[in-house]
């Protein structure tokens, strides 16, 4: 071969995109998740040339898991070495923590839950996706009061008692004149005890809190269980809404996971964790599902529907 066809050769394949580079040369990865997690991570994963199945394989004995056991089972994913922990929520990522593996955290607030020294330059093995949802919690009960101006008592439905920030719901109920009902929940007894007991305590609305726990429980039994009793709410992610529930807002489920993916692809890659900053949602939707407002008896304000970024018939 002469030197400058030897020189294309070695060129053209510094210039494939890394990820292809690392298949040609048949390395395999591993993820693992503590924490559910959508498929809409994997797919992003996908996207970017790390395919289930093929050179990647997901490690997903921890998705299912009960929040009490996240710290042994953080211990046993991270025995197995995986090149990067998803975990969901603070609690999961302050499990995974112990490991030495680089980990991606989604979290309400990542400096403030101390799972990061600064979001710029993250410090350690941890970096992750603040979703801010501690505040928005008091804005989604804003919107759910002014759904439903003529309510009174709004449960704040939550995954622990004291709720973390209690403090700003309840000046942001002062403001509106209504009161907060606290309610928690970590597991299916504890949700349909719950919000059966709501509907005891004379609540007209509830609040559902951002919880990791909670949001994987929606889809069939808090959705199911809430327009048993009639209880109109307002939820965490959009899809939610799109899902049945009455109202959602916040930042996208799948977009704030894609925002994971692409952070684990950095550093399957190569990046180092303070390479990668601390990421956080740009849009927010409101999204009011007027099937399941007829259902329950509500009519929705006309401008609270002109603001609502989708609406289903």
């Not at 003529?150 to 008692?161: E, P, S």
Request: net charge neutral; with cysteine; aromatic share 4%.
């Amino acid at each position: 071969m002469k030197r400058r066809e030897f020189m294309t050769l070695i060129a053209g394949a510094a210039a494939l995109p890394i990820e292809a580079r690392a298949q040609q040369a048949g390395r395999r990865y591993r993820v693992a998740a503590l924490g559910p997690v959508p498929r809409s991570f994997f797919d992003e994963l996908g996207r970017a040339g790390f395919v289930r199945g093929s050179n990647l394989e997901i490690d997903s004995r921890g998705e299912s898991v009960a929040a009490v056991s996240y710290a042994s089972v953080a211990v046993e994913l991270s025995e197995l070495n995986p090149n990067v922990l998803m975990a969901v929520g603070a609690e999961a990522g302050r499990a995974a923590q112990k490991a030495t593996q680089p980990i991606v955290v989604i979290a309400d607030d990542l400096l403030g839950s101390k799972l990061v020294a600064s979001m710029s330059h993250p410090e350690g093995n941890t970096t992750g996706v603040a979703i801010f949802a501690f505040q928005l919690d008091a804005k989604r009960l804003e919107l759910l009061h002014e759904a439903l101006p003529g309510t009174r008592r709004i449960a704040a439905l939550a995954d622990r008692l004291p709720i973390p920030n209690m403090i700003t719901l309840e000046s942001a109920a002062k403001r509106l004149g209504v009161e907060i009902v606290p309610f928690a929940a970590r597991s299916e007894e504890d949700l349909i005890r719950v919000i059966d007991a709501m509907k005891v305590e004379e609540v007209e609305a509830v609040n559902l809190l951002a919880s990791p726990i909670l949001a994987s429980k929606f889809q069939y039994l808090i959705r199911d269980r809430l327009a048993l009793r009639r209880l109109p709410a307002i939820l965490q992610w959009p899809e939610q809404a799109e899902e049945g529930g009455l109202m959602g807002y916040g930042p996208r489920l799948s977009t704030v996971f894609d925002q994971c993916a692409r952070q684990v692809v950095r550093l399957l890659r190569g990046a180092k964790v303070a390479e990668v900053p601390v990421g956080q949602p740009t849009k927010f939707e409101l999204v009011i599902n007027l099937k399941t407002a007829r259902v329950l008896g509500v009519e929705m304000p006309p401008m609270l529907l002109s603001r609502a970024d989708r609406t289903i018939e």
